[in-house]
């Protein structure tokens, strides 16, 4: 399926934004999923992920207390709020099912998130 991400821009540190997620397919209600970053010269990472119930979140110590994911099943979207932002936080931002931090997988095109200081 595709993996269509958006909300990303240009933000002042400080500032805030939310990025939006719609995967095609029919599983995302069963699939724990995860938003993942990249910035140049850098792996991939993985920086916040929820359960499939949206029970359980997990977060990267560099964003924890700052970013939140959440996900509506029934909207099929997957979210992430990101409050706080610093100039760090610049990277292209991707979501994907949460086993694809060991797995190979196919990616989306990505959400550009550029923090200014």
């Known amino acids: 399926g595709q993996l269509v991400e958006s909300g990303g821009g240009l933000v002042q540190a400080g500032g805030s934004l939310r990025l939006s997620c719609t995967p095609s397919?029919?599983?995302?209600?069963?699939?724990?999923m995860g938003w993942y970053r990249q910035s140049p010269g850098t792996q991939r990472e993985l920086v916040a992920a929820?359960?499939?119930?949206?029970?359980?979140?997990n977060y990267a110590d560099a964003v924890k207390g700052r970013f939140t994911i959440s996900r509506d099943n029934a909207k099929k979207t997957l979210y992430l709020q990101m409050n706080s932002l610093k100039p760090e936080d610049t990277a292209m931002y991707y979501c994907?099912?949460?086993?694809?931090?060991?797995?190979?997988?196919?990616w989306g095109q990505g959400t550009q998130v550029t923090v200014s200081s």
């Open positions: 929820i359960t499939s119930d949206g029970g359980s979140t």
């Open positions: 397919g029919s599983i995302f209600s069963i699939t724990a």
């Open positions: 994907n099912a949460g086993y694809c931090s060991a797995n190979v997988c196919p």
